[in-house]
């Protein structure tokens, strides 16, 4: 009996000696991506000076979706509740934001679009969120291909023989043909179509995910969106193949 105890007594202090998984750090924009969760393709980092970075794609990257429901987050900002740095940054020597900040900070971040950071991450769980200052955000393109719901604020936009997945926020406009911002697809006569079969009638993101919700197949679009960043910024319903 004493030999049984002695043995779960040791395997017990093994256990509690092994140690924690390490955390894998990567840098990107950051998504939400449903309640408490964010999504995240890793990109190269470098420092172009003491508080920016820049970001540059990875080949082969592959997106990471992570519950930041009990992350620890550092904003740039001098407050957890400011929208902008107003001049005024919070970084350490690695400029990485320091201002200590809660979960529902991140998310309400989030909400409002793209956040350039560095996640540390163990298994699907992000650990820690550091917001980061990007020096460029990219350069905006135009484009024409078709798009697919993949999601409520993402979609599948396929162009030149590529497919990107990008996000919308409420600052992402959707120009119409139809009669209604809240008709169907392509519903009715094309009343706001130009002569290049391009909307005319200015709506919004929630129009544009209710539109593609009522959709079975990929559509015919122009669009202006940021590379890199992945961020979809106005959609043009296109009539017929115009």
């Known amino acids: 009996m004493r030999l049984l105890v002695a043995f779960a007594t ?5 256990s509690l000696s092994a140690p924690a998984e390490a955390a894998t750090a990567v840098y990107g924009f950051a998504w939400a991506d449903g309640k408490g969760h964010l999504r995240i393709v890793p990109k190269s980092a470098t420092r172009d000076s003491r508080v920016t970075y820049v970001l540059k794609s990875l080949p082969k990257a ?14 740039v900002t001098v407050a957890c509740d400011l929208k902008e740095t107003e001049g005024r940054v919070s970084v350490d020597a690695k400029g ?20 350039a950071v560095r996640v540390e991450y163990t298994g699907g769980r992000a650990t820690r969120v550091n917001e980061i200052l990007v020096a460029d955000w990219g350069t905006p393109r135009t ?17 030149g023989g590529k497919t990107i997945k990008l996000g919308y926020t409420y600052t992402t406009a959707f120009h119409r043909t139809t009669a209604r911002c809240g008709d ?24 544009l ?10 559509v015919l679009v122009r669009v202006d969106y940021t ?16």
């Open 10 to 14: 040791a395997a017990a202090a093994v």
């Open 62 to 75: 592959k997106e990471l979706r992570l519950d930041h429901t009990k992350a620890a987050y550092g904003r």
């Open 96 to 115: 990485l934001g320091r201002t200590a900040c809660k979960p529902r900070h991140l998310a309400d971040q989030l909400g409002r679009g793209p956040v």
């Open 143 to 159: 484009a024409r291909g078709t798009i697919e719901r993949v999601g409520d604020t993402a979609v599948l936009f396929a162009t």
């Open 184 to 207: 169907g697809w392509l519903t009715g006569e094309p009343v706001n179509a130009d002569r290049n079969g391009l909307g005319k009638k200015p709506c919004g993101w929630t129009h």
């Open 209 to 218: 995910t209710k539109a593609l919700k009522g959709t079975r197949h990929p």
């Open 227 to 242: 590379p890199g960043v992945n961020a979809l910024n106005e959609v043009w319903e296109v009539f017929g193949d115009a």
